[in-house]
Structures are given as structure tokens and as C-alpha cells.
């Protein structure tokens, strides 16, 4: 929904309270034909029960066929149309490794790779090295680096992968990429979009100088490239939006993250699933809306481990009875994308989705599954970023619109 | 979807292949009321049997309510919105008689009529005049008519109907329909709508002068109108949009000629659905994308000949085993919009749809007809433009779109 068209029309002064439960990757497919997806196969007598007073449908993260990220899919969940609301390829790399990110910086996410005598990139990810070599390499360039009026702040990832930032006044994220994003040719220069971002284009071509000086005698990470600079989006914040006071709890990085970019409370990292849900409880009469983030059943889907993804949907339907204990006016339970075991990887079939409240009208479905969910009264293919107004009407948080 | 988004997202150097089978006017009615419709009637095992492991729904060509001509609804099946991607009368006509229209030609659909002695139009179409005799007076016009500077070509369609072609250079074809499409009024001035159509319009308005000086004697049709000025689309090329060789296999000309507006390469007129399905085979290794086109489903559904429409749809289901024995990545069953027997036309109705690949999620539907593809998993009423996207993802040609 238009947030303009929503603003007017939120209620003031409510209490009553949502809870998005978010099984990351949790639409699924059946291994063989005729089979069962790893939700229809789980065990998971709570879910199904609140399916039957329950509202449910399976909804489409992004345009129909298209797969995904995590960031866009979340910011969907979020209520924001995630195609519009778009988030830099730095931004997420930094939130991905919890680097606290001011409103100025500028990141970028980038990769080790190997050059010749020419210049020409012959390995993008300079043999894969190990992680911690990686970041042996950030600690070399840091100690190195020295550009006058603004800090270089490299954070490693996994391998040949780290995170980019640079820190000082009037820093402009609109420069193009020095990664060509294919072997064979030479790093790009970095161009300034706009003349608000010269200045910036400048400092990072003087990084990208001294870092290639720094790495000229190592093997096989002997060069770098950078791509997706940008900073925190200034988008209307989800408290404002929608008119709550909310709460992210999750155990990774990366989710914390995409809540602290549409303005949440972030609560620090959980280290279990049940942990999440100690949080839930500790914080309940405190705020409105409670996002919670599960992440294994995303993990075991990009693992092609069907087995234990279905073991994880069972361990939240029995942490369910304590989430439903607390009494929510709205609980809402979804994944964020489809990450079927089958395909090892995310993917773009419709989520699973059940909203529970009081006052939805029940749609007779009893299971919460694709196939069941399919029947159901919110459709077989809804945009993610309706959910968020479809449980403020369920919290009986928006007026009518017009007389 | 937008293209501008799909583009970044199209993985290379990939082979899967995707059929686009399409039954022209698939959709139908049931002729009286608690019946079937000409699909549900139709004796099909072998695309009952492809139900069982696809996703299905029905399309919507255009708008609710909105009833397709072949242009745009074979546009939309191509992957482009089309409302936005409109295509003039004047070039369609050119597509439906086979006429090899050039970048620069503008073309229009032309009308032979019957003025009285002060030029208003009395009869829009001359009396219905023989085919023969529309024949005879394009050869009369061709003949007679010089205009310094240009080319005319005219071929006659139908009765009446001819299709004018301008040749030449630095024509433009925003130029004002002559035909006030009713009685009692007189031909109009083709006027241009910019500077740039100037010197076309002109060009026109001297074709109108030369023609009713030749055709003054003659009776009924002593004079015509044209309309729907207009040249081809500068479109983005299919095959760039989606990163696919694609070829097209058709019987009749107007199919052939939407394929090629597109881009596609095209094979020549096959003479029966089995020589299509042949030419499906012979090329099955040089392309990754086919549109095949089944045409007798629409001309019997014009006829009103129900059983004969369910007829095609059984020889078309006997053709299926040579299709999948080619063992496609993705096989797409649709129509191009409905032509119910009991209309006699086009209609607005929604088209089965029917998508099979090893990825999608199978939802239980085991039949392909209109009610059963109510409860698929593509929704009750999809944008047709929706398909491609769709089957690229099912394709695996779709990398994930954020991180």
C-alpha cells in the first residue's frame, strides 16, 4: 500500500500487538514427483492447528519468476515494495558482517583477485584463498593506507571476500564499480554519477592505488576490486510507516541488519532459536511488533538437506505454544523466499504464508503447507509487501477510508 | 516484467530449452449451461498427464473484460506488456497478408467504398465486393498511380480490404486516419501529427487523388479510405530481452509476421501441425526457444464448430509424446486468448495455462481445462506477459536479484 495513502488513516494510542514469524527459506519443493515439499512433510501439530483459525495464501517476494536476495525479500516482509525500495550491494555486504554503518559512509562490497604483469584480471577471486588469509590481507591494507581527510575501514568476509568503508564528511556513494565482473580485462577506474560524488570517486582510486601497491608482491591475492558503492538509504522509517514500536530478534547478522535499515530496535544476537523466543517474552509489553527471524531452515535448504530442514519447522512449531501463550493480537508466519533442499539454492516459488487473528475470517484450510496454503484465502500469489497492512487491519489498527 | 531489471539478471552461455505451444482461441465456453467447454470436452491423456507434474492457472491477455486481437495477445505471450508495446493497424495488416514490410515503410489497412456524387461515403464497403474484384482494382491502382519520390504497393486482403504500403525514404507514419469510420461524412485529409510526417501525409493525400480519379467510374467501389498509419516498432529485440535464440513455427502469416516484429528468426509456412512439429525437431539443437503455433483451434471457434475445436485439441494432444520426447527444460501450454465456439469470436475470458518443468512446484491439478486450472497455483487470472519471466525462472535463467 502507497504509505501515503496508509498515514492518515492509522489509529493512535493502540496496544495491540503483532508478531512476524520469519522461517527463512521455507517454501520448498518435493525431491521426486509426487513427493511432499519439506513443510508439507514436517510434523507440526501447532501450525496446523492455527491454520484452521487462520487466514492463509502464499505470497510472491518479488515479481513473478524472479528470486530474491535476502535483503529485498525481507524489506517485502517489511512492507516495502522491494523492487522500488532497493538496497546497495555494499550496504548489504556491510550489514552481512554486522559492521555498524553511520549515515555517511560509503560501502562497497569487494573481492582479492589475481592480476598479471598487464593489469588484467586473471582470477576474480584470487584462488579462492582461505578466510584467514583474507584477513591477514584487510589488516596488511589498514596498517598501509593512508588517505588525508577520511578513514579506510576493510572488514573480511569469507575467502577472497571482504567489506569496503570509507568514513569522513561530505562522502557520495554515486560512483561506478572498479570490478568489471569478468576475467580478462583490466580494474575499471571509479567514476563519479554526479559531481556531488567527485570527491569521493577520488579517495577511492587513491585507495585503490596504494591497496594495489600493498598487494603488488603477494600471490596469488595480488590486486582488488570493489563494486556496489553506496550508503544507508534514507527511506521513511517502519516505525513511522506504520505507526508501531518494533523489535527485531534474530541470531545472524545479516537480518538484524535489514531491521536497523527500515529503523527497528534490534536486539542483540540471539544464540538459539529458543533464546529468540526468551526475547520475545522479555520484551512483549515494551513494544507492538516483534520481528522474528529463524535461520536455519534456509541453511539446511542451501545445503540440499532436506532431512533437517524438516527438523527445524519441527522445532518451531513446538516453540509455537509459547508464542501463542503471550496472546498476539496478529501472529504472522512466513518465509522470507523459497530455499528448496532440491535446488540447493533460493528460489522464486510463492511462500507459505498463514496470518492468525481474531478477527480473520477463517478459510478452512487445516495444514499449513504449499499445496494447502494454495487453497487459501489470500491467494496463491500476493505481493510479500502486503502483509504489513493486511495485519495492521487484523490488529484493528486502520481507520476506514472515506466517509 | 520491466526489462531494464530482467536484463542484469539473465545468466549466460545456458542451453536450456523452452516450448511455447500455443492453440490459437484455446479458451472456450460450455454451449449450454452445466456443460463443458471444448477443452474440458476434448479426450487429452497425454496433457492430463503433463498436469500432474506442472503449475497451472489461467492467463489474462489484457485488462478484465478486455477482449485481444492476435497482435496483442501474442505480444503479451511474448513477454511485453501489450498496452504499452501497441502495434499499428496498418502494420498488422501488413503481418496477416505476408507482405515483407521494411523499417521505413508506412502502412495502413485500407478500405475500397462507395461515395455518392458529392464524396460522401454511402457504403463502407463498397457492397462487399468480391476478393477477386478487390484484386483487380490494387492491379488498376498499382497501374496507374505515379507519385514522384515514393513507392505504392498495395495488396488486397479480403473483399474490400487491401493494405497500402508507402515506400521510400524519410517517411514518418504519424499521419491522421482518412477513413471517419461511418457513413455520411466524407473521406478526411491525412494530416500529419508532426513536422517530421509532413511530407508522408502529403505523399498520401496525393495517393487519395490519383485513386479516386481511377476508380471514379468504377461501381460500387468508386473511391476508398485507409487508416492506421504506421511503420514497425522499434521494440527491444526478443532475443536481447531474454537472452534466448528463439525461432518460430507457424502456419499462417499474421503469426509468422508477430514473431518476426519481435525479432524472432522464422522458419517458413509449415503446411500441417505435424510438419510443424517436424520443424520443432530439425531445429531442436539451434535455438533455445520455440513458438509453436496451432491455428485451427481459433478458425473453428470462429465457425461456432465446437466439435471440430476439440477435435484439434485431440490431434494436438496425440502431437505431445514428439514434443517431450525432445525432453524441453520448460514446456509452456496456453492459448493466445479464447475464441469460445458459442461466441462465434475472440472473447475476454482468461486462457488455461499450463507450465511444466522438473522445478516447478506441482499443485495437485491433474487435468488441463478451464475449472481445473482455477485452482492452480498461477493464479485465476495472471498477466500473460508474466509467462516469460515464469519460464525463464523455471528455465534456471534467472540469477537472484539482491544479495
Chains 1, 2 share one sequence.
Not at 556491510?94 to 582470477?123: H, K, M, W
Not at 598501509?144 to 569469507?158: D, F, M, Y
Request: charged fraction near 20%.
Amino acid at each position: 500500500m502507497d504509505f501515503d495513502i496508509l498515514q492518515p488513516l492509522l489509529k493512535k494510542g493502540l496496544t495491540t500487538k503483532i508478531v512476524l514469524l520469519v522461517m527463512d527459506g521455507l517454501g520448498g519443493l518435493p525431491i521426486s514427483p509426487g513427493g511432499k515439499t519439506e513443510l508439507e512433510t514436517a510434523k507440526k501439530p501447532n501450525l496446523n492447528a492455527l491454520a484452521e483459525k487462520s487466514v492463509l495464501g502464499l505470497q510472491q517476494p518479488l515479481l513473478a519468476g524472479m528470486t530474491p536476495g535476502s535483503g529485498p525479500a525481507h524489506i517485502g516482509l517489511f512492507g516495502y515494495d522491494p523492487i522500488h525500495y532497493a538496497i546497495g550491494r555494499g550496504v548489504l555486504s556491510a550489514l552481512g558482517v554486522d559492521f555498524d554503518l553511520q549515515p555517511n559512509d560509503v560501502s562497497a562490497r569487494g573481492n582479492f583477485c589475481t592480476v598479471d604483469e598487464n593489469g588484467i584480471i586473471i582470477d576474480r577471486r584470487a584462488g579462492r584463498i582461505p578466510t584467514e588469509k583474507g584477513a591477514q590481507l584487510c589488516t596488511l591494507l589498514s596498517e598501509n593506507i593512508k588517505i588525508p581527510g577520511v578513514e579506510v575501514i576493510l572488514t573480511p568476509e569469507k575467502e577472497y571476500r571482504f567489506v569496503f568503508v570509507l568514513r569522513g564528511p561530505g562522502l557520495n556513494g554515486e560512483v561506478s564499480d572498479t570490478d568489471p565482473q569478468s576475467t580478462g580485462k583490466k580494474a575499471l577506474q571509479a567514476e563519479p554519477f554526479s559531481p556531488d560524488s567527485k570527491k569521493t570517486s577520488e579517495y577511492i582510486q587513491e585507495f585503490v592505488r596504494q591497496a594495489n601497491d600493498v598487494l603488488k608482491n603477494q600471490s596469488p591475492a595480488n590486486s582488488l576490486v570493489l563494486r556496489g558503492f553506496s550508503q544507508l538509504p534514507k527511506w521513511p522509517r517502519f516505525n513511522d510507516v506504520f505507526g508501531l514500536r518494533s523489535l527485531a530478534i534474530a541470531m545472524y547478522p545479516m537480518y538484524r541488519g535489514v531491521a536497523k535499515l527500515v529503523g527497528m530496535t534490534v536486539m542483540p544476537a540471539a544464540q538459539s532459536m529458543e533464546e529468540e523466543i526468551d526475547m520475545l517474552e522479555q520484551n512483549w509489553n515494551n513494544y507492538d511488533f516483534f520481528f522474528v527471524h529463524i535461520k536455519k531452515t534456509d541453511s539446511y535448504g542451501e545445503d540440499g538437506n532436506f532431512d533437517a530442514k524438516v527438523g527445524i519447522i519441527e522445532q518451531v512449531d513446538a516453540l509455537l505454544p509459547r508464542i501463542l501463550a503471550l496472546k498476539p493480537d496478529v501472529l504472522l508466519v512466513t518465509g522470507d523466499h523459497s530455499t528448496p533442499a532440491k535446488m540447493r539454492s533460493h528460489s522464486w516459488h510463492p511462500v507459505p504464508t498463514m496470518l492468525y487473528s481474531e478477527l480473520c475470517r477463517p478459510d478452512g484450510i487445516r495444514e499449513y503447507g504449499e499445496r494447502a496454503c494454495l487453497k487459501g484465502s489470500l491467494g496463491p500469489m500476493f505481493p510479500s509487501y502486503d502483509l504489513m497492512p493486511l495485519a495492521l487491519a487484523h490488529a484493528n489498527r486502520i481507520e476506514k477510508f472515506g466517509a
